[in-house]
């Protein structure tokens, strides 16, 4: 099949008896050609057919339970309806009592739905399926997205702007883009973002619509949960080496040698780490020296040497 010879891939199948290969060959068949095609290569071979006929006009239950004593067709059949039939899928989940890929695929779904509503009670119907399996966790997950997306409608209609189908972090991302703290904070409340995430998401937000000064009185808050280098960070992202500046002397002593170089400081950042005898760290400003750094070069070399000499 490889070799895109079906028809002798087929012949050789039925010739093998073996069931379970002439079912993988007709389904690997039935992905790979139009529906018409299909049909007209296997009316040639009435075995082909034959079983073809049987999987049509059965019962999808009496399909279903067939099939599974057939590993390979089984599993080359899974994969057919991931990309082919998800609602059959669906179908055999709940007949197997797979609760949890059931509620998934509802979950899946709900995407297809356009009225909040039906979205909502599909989700509904994947909560009932993850309660069956006992799986508290994305029971929790799926009532959040549920909640967000009630919010994000209520976000929509008071600021015109799009945020159904966001996440979480997009949505309170967008929103301080948009100078929209009050309400991006409510929602960091609302569902509980940890401390830390929060502060990085809303850093870098602050930094992409260019408010520095939100950004300098975000810093001094209270002490940041990520570290003050995150600041000169999102500042050099941003080619705004003032502002990076701004946060350089709060920087933790192992991390300022990275940030001088974050900041394209290099001859400060080799001074920085000649004072800490830190020779891992020249070795770091070192790598990031192009052609035309030689004389930084050769004053880091200078200084590796120093620092040889004096222990």
């Not at 520095?212 to 990520?226: H, M």
């Not at 070795?283 to 035309?292: I, M, Q």
């Amino acid at each position: 099949m490889k070799m895109h010879k079906d028809q002798i891939a087929l012949s050789k199948a039925i010739e093998s008896g073996d069931t379970d290969l002439v079912y993988t060959v007709l389904l690997r068949l039935k992905e790979s050609m139009t529906q018409g095609d299909f049909l007209m290569s296997i009316r040639s071979m009435p075995i082909s057919y034959s079983l073809f006929l049987q999987v049509s006009y059965r019962k999808h239950g009496d399909f279903l339970m067939s099939i599974r004593s057939m590993p390979i067709s089984y599993s080359l059949f899974l994969q057919y309806c991931r990309q082919q039939n998800p609602k059959l899928l669906e179908d055999l989940y709940y007949q197997e009592d797979n609760f949890i890929e059931e509620g998934n695929c509802k979950v899946m779904r709900s995407f297809d739905d356009e009225r909040l509503d039906d979205r909502t009670e599909t989700l509904n119907q994947a909560i009932k399926c993850y309660q069956k399996g006992r799986h508290d966790f994305v029971i929790k997950q799926t009532e959040d997205q549920i909640k967000l997306l009630k919010y994000q409608r209520r976000l929509e209609e008071e600021f015109n702007r799009p945020y159904m189908d966001l996440s979480l972090h997009q949505t309170i991302y967008r929103l301080t883009v948009e100078n929209n703290f009050k309400v991006s904070e409510q929602l960091r409340k609302e569902f509980k973002v940890p401390d830390r995430r929060y502060w990085w998401i809303k850093i870098q937000a602050l930094a992409e619509a260019g408010e520095w000064v939100e950004l300098d009185k975000f810093s001094r808050n209270k002490k940041p949960p990520v570290g003050m280098e995150a600041f000169v960070e999102v500042c050099a992202k941003h080619h705004n080496v003032n502002e990076a500046m701004k946060y350089m002397s709060e920087v933790s002593p192992e991390q300022k040698v990275r940030c001088l170089v974050k900041v394209g400081n290099k001859k400060a950042a080799a001074d920085t780490a000649f004072e800490n005898r830190n020779e891992e760290e020249l070795n770091f400003v070192l790598s990031k020296c192009g052609h035309s750094d030689r004389q930084l070069v050769e004053s880091i070399k200078s200084m590796k040497q120093q620092l040889g000499l004096k222990r």
